[in-house]
């Protein structure tokens, strides 16, 4: 009952089809970053007409931000069974091994590919590919790619954008917010989008979500402002299957500033030797690990957030004094420039930093071909959850997992549209009745939930807060999920609405998941049961609306 606002509402608008203006795909791809523009190249090339939907401005993604680079075996000296293994053993137990081995046989194919289309990734003559690789936290090998030092993201996502357009036969949409996934007898046939402050209909035969993050749920967070778990709400709504919900991953190094963003200080920092030291200079990440800070990020943020208690302080440094001044500059040219702007001399001064909301582990349930619970419904990147990840992502394998997975469902995508007819369900209709309840004021409530969540289903977890989370999360989404906002009044106001009620919903599952699952595996962590239980809980968590209680699914199952 409680939960009730949350597990029953299906669309956050009303509409009835014949009266919106309509578009049609046989592809739709809801992203623009890595995954989505991926797929939408390789949905292109089997023939269909593709249109992409971002909500923002086609910079504004996870994708474009990425810092550290792309991990790939591309040298002859690494190997594919060396990788498969780093990437298993990060993932504590909950990775899908079918999964992880597509993604680093498959990998490398995609990375040449786009060396083939431009992309410049940095070099350093002496190798196969003239590459030049890092090396960064739970890699046996240095086998990091990056671009422009510390702006992989940036080159990776012009690279694609720049095919994107190169290509006929995908359209794209900018500032087109996604609402919901259109169904209609259990398959998905598109989705409602506001276009141009109108809510716009559009049929899709195949529809793949490629929508990113939700770092945006938590007050320190590494994420852009789209990052609001847009996707994954749409999802649940519509009665997909998600997984993995508790596994959010934090990262343990973001610059501490009063009052500036917490801007990320890639991992490939400690890769080139970097120290973390306490408030005394003392280094103490060996006290917490062999692999000293170089350990997997889950250690190395909780071993933060234990030295900053232990010292009571409000954050711990990084420490590259002793690095050399200019390769450093040269090998990290966004983090000099961002330093400066703080007065902060690297080769004098301690860097301050704290960790932060990073990336979702895990999202949507799909196949190795992206294909979720819901026909019709495929999702890539990070909105997903191939099951690449497990119970903790590897460094730089996103960017990777964006590129192969997203080739795949594109190509699967389209093959089946070219191969089939649809006929669109014109008379779909849907009504709200409107809200008896008070307003509450939305700005509040969606910093308080991101402070909530920071607080209480953050880096250390225990069963009382996050019940007591849960709680107050049924409350505001009483209020909150009883509205119906509408562009009529402010298309701005509309989608802060609209996003409010997404960050609701998926705060709702990952505190959920986070309270069910009562053991600490991977990125999560109970205060409360600290330990590994591979005898109740070596099991993925499902999650279909309206329930509010998981379906287990064993380790290594595609079965969606
Ligand atoms: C600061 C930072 C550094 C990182 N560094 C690395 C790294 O070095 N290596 C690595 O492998 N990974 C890194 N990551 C993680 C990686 O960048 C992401 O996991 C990956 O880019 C996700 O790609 P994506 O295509 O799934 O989503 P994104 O790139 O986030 O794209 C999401 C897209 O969906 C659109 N969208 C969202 N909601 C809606 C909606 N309602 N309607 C319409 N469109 C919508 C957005 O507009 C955007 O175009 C980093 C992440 C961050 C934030």
Same mark, same amino acid.
């Given at each position: 009952?409680?939960?009730?606002p949350?597990?029953?509402?299906?669309?956050?608008?009303?509409?009835?089809?014949s009266?919106?203006?309509?578009?049609?795909?046989?592809?739709?791809?809801?992203?623009?970053?890595?995954?989505?523009?991926?797929?939408?190249?390789?949905? #292109?090339?089997?023939?269909?007409d593709?249109?992409?939907?971002?909500?923002d401005?086609?910079?504004?993604?996870?994708?474009?931000?990425?810092?550290?680079?792309?991990?790939?075996?591309?040298?002859? #000296?690494d190997?594919?069974?060396?990788?498969?293994?780093?990437?298993?053993?990060?993932?504590?137990?909950?990775?899908?091994?079918?999964?992880?081995?597509?993604?680093?046989?498959?990998?490398?194919?995609?990375?040449?590919?786009?060396?083939?289309?431009? #992309?410049?990734?940095?070099?350093?003559?002496?190798?196969?590919?003239?590459?030049?690789?890092?090396?960064?936290?739970?890699?046996?090998?240095?086998?990091?790619?990056?671009?422009a030092?510390?702006a992989?993201?940036?080159?990776?996502?012009?690279?694609?954008?720049?095919?994107?357009?190169?290509?006929?036969?995908i359209?794209?949409?900018?500032m087109?917010?996604?609402?919901d996934?259109?169904?209609d007898?259990?398959?998905?046939?598109?989705?409602?989008?506001?276009?141009?402050?109108?809510?716009?209909?559009?049929?899709?035969?195949?529809?793949?979500?490629?929508?990113?993050?939700?770092?945006q749920?938590?007050?320190?967070?590494?994420?852009?402002?789209i990052?609001?778990?847009?996707?994954?709400?749409?999802?649940?709504?519509?009665g997909?299957?998600?997984?993995?919900?508790?596994?959010?991953?934090?990262?343990?190094?973001?610059?501490?500033?009063?009052?500036?963003?917490?801007?990320?200080?890639?991992?490939?920092?400690?890769?080139?030797?970097?120290?973390?030291?306490d408030?005394?200079?003392?280094? !103490?990440?060996?006290d917490?690990?062999?692999?000293?800070?170089?350990?997997?990020?889950?250690v190395?943020?909780?071993?933060?957030?234990?030295?900053?208690?232990?010292?009571? !302080?409000?954050h711990?440094?990084?420490?590259?004094?002793h690095?050399?001044?200019?390769? !450093?500059?040269?090998?990290?040219?966004?983090?000099?420039?961002?330093?400066?702007?703080?007065d902060?001399?690297?080769?004098r001064?301690?860097?301050p930093i704290?960790?932060a909301?990073?990336?979702?582990?895990?999202?949507?349930?799909?196949?190795?071909?992206?294909?979720?619970?819901?026909?019709?419904?495929?999702?890539?990147?990070?909105?997903?959850?191939?099951?690449?990840?497990?119970?903790?992502?590897?460094?730089?394998?996103?960017?990777?997992?964006?590129? #192969?997975?997203?080739?795949?469902?594109?190509?699967?995508a389209?093959?089946?549209?070219?191969?089939?007819?649809?006929?669109?369900?014109?008379?779909?209709?849907?009504q709200i009745?409107?809200?008896?309840?008070?307003?509450?004021?939305?700005?509040?409530?969606?910093?308080?939930?991101?402070?909530?969540?920071?607080?209480?289903?953050?880096?250390?977890?225990?069963?009382?807060?996050?019940?007591?989370?849960?709680?107050?999360?049924? !409350?505001w989404?009483?209020?909150?999920?009883?509205?119906?906002?509408s562009?009529?009044?402010?298309?701005?106001?509309?989608?802060a609405?609209?996003?409010?009620?997404n960050m609701?919903?998926?705060c709702?599952?990952i505190?959920?998941?986070?309270?069910?699952?009562?053991?600490?595996?991977?990125?999560?962590?109970?205060?409360?049961?600290?330990?590994?239980d591979?005898?109740?809980?070596?099991?993925?968590?499902?999650w279909?609306?309206?329930?509010d209680?998981?379906?287990?699914?064993?380790?290594?199952s595609?079965?969606v």
């Amino acid at each position: 009952m409680m939960f009730e606002p949350l597990t029953q509402r299906r669309y956050l608008v009303p509409f009835k089809a014949s009266r919106l203006p309509q578009q049609m795909a046989d592809v739709l791809v809801i992203g623009g970053g890595v995954a989505g523009l991926r797929s939408a190249i390789a949905a #292109a090339e089997a023939g269909a007409d593709v249109l992409i939907l971002t909500k923002d401005t086609i910079d504004q993604s996870n994708t474009w931000y990425a810092q550290g680079g792309i991990a790939a075996v591309l040298q002859p #000296a690494d190997s594919v069974e060396s990788h498969v293994k780093d990437t298993l053993l990060c993932g504590a137990g909950l990775c899908n091994e079918q999964a992880v081995r597509i993604v680093i046989e498959e990998g490398p194919q995609r990375v040449l590919e786009l060396l083939s289309w431009g #992309a410049h990734f940095d070099k350093k003559t002496g190798n196969a590919y003239d590459l030049s690789f890092g090396l960064e936290g739970g890699h046996s090998f240095a086998r990091i790619i990056h671009a422009a030092g510390d702006a992989t993201g940036k080159e990776l996502a012009q690279t694609l954008i720049n095919a994107v357009r190169g290509r006929e036969s995908i359209r794209v949409s900018e500032m087109s917010f996604a609402i919901d996934l259109l169904t209609d007898q259990g398959q998905c046939v598109g989705a409602l989008a506001l276009i141009k402050g109108e809510v716009n209909l559009i049929w899709a035969k195949r529809t793949i979500l490629a929508s990113g993050g939700a770092g945006q749920l938590y007050r320190e967070s590494t994420n852009p402002k789209i990052a609001t778990a847009d996707g994954q709400a749409m999802a649940y709504r519509a009665g997909t299957t998600l997984a993995d919900m508790e596994m959010v991953q934090f990262h343990p190094t973001t610059l501490y500033v009063a009052g500036a963003s917490r801007t990320l200080i890639t991992e490939a920092v400690r890769g080139e030797g970097a120290y973390l030291v306490d408030r005394h200079g003392r280094r !103490f990440m060996r006290d917490y690990h062999p692999s000293g800070e170089l350990a997997p990020r889950d250690v190395v943020s909780r071993a933060i957030v234990e030295q900053i208690r232990k010292t009571n !302080f409000s954050h711990v440094y990084l420490d590259v004094r002793h690095l050399p001044v200019e390769p !450093f500059k040269k090998r990290f040219p966004q983090l000099a420039q961002l330093l400066a702007q703080f007065d902060i001399d690297p080769s004098r001064d301690l860097i301050p930093i704290h960790p932060a909301t990073h990336y979702m582990i895990g999202g949507v349930d799909c196949d190795t071909v992206g294909r979720t619970s819901l026909s019709g419904l495929y999702a890539a990147g990070e909105a997903g959850c191939s099951g690449l990840h497990g119970a903790n992502r590897l460094a730089s394998n996103s960017l990777l997992e964006g590129l #192969a997975f997203g080739a795949r469902a594109g190509a699967d995508a389209a093959r089946w549209a070219m191969a089939n007819e649809v006929k669109f369900p014109h008379h779909l209709e849907h009504q709200i009745p409107p809200s008896a309840k008070t307003e509450l004021d939305l700005t509040d409530v969606k910093s308080s939930l991101r402070s909530v969540m920071w607080r209480n289903v953050g880096i250390e977890r225990t069963g009382d807060r996050l019940a007591e989370t849960r709680e107050i999360i049924a !409350f505001w989404s009483r209020y909150v999920m009883d509205k119906t906002f509408s562009p009529a009044g402010g298309a701005e106001d509309a989608v802060a609405g609209w996003e409010l009620q997404n960050m609701l919903t998926v705060c709702f599952l990952i505190t959920t998941a986070a309270y069910t699952r009562a053991e600490s595996r991977g990125a999560h962590y109970r205060l409360d049961f600290p330990e590994v239980d591979d005898n109740h809980w070596r099991m993925h968590l499902l999650w279909r609306r309206p329930m509010d209680t998981p379906i287990p699914k064993p380790i290594d199952s595609n079965h969606v």
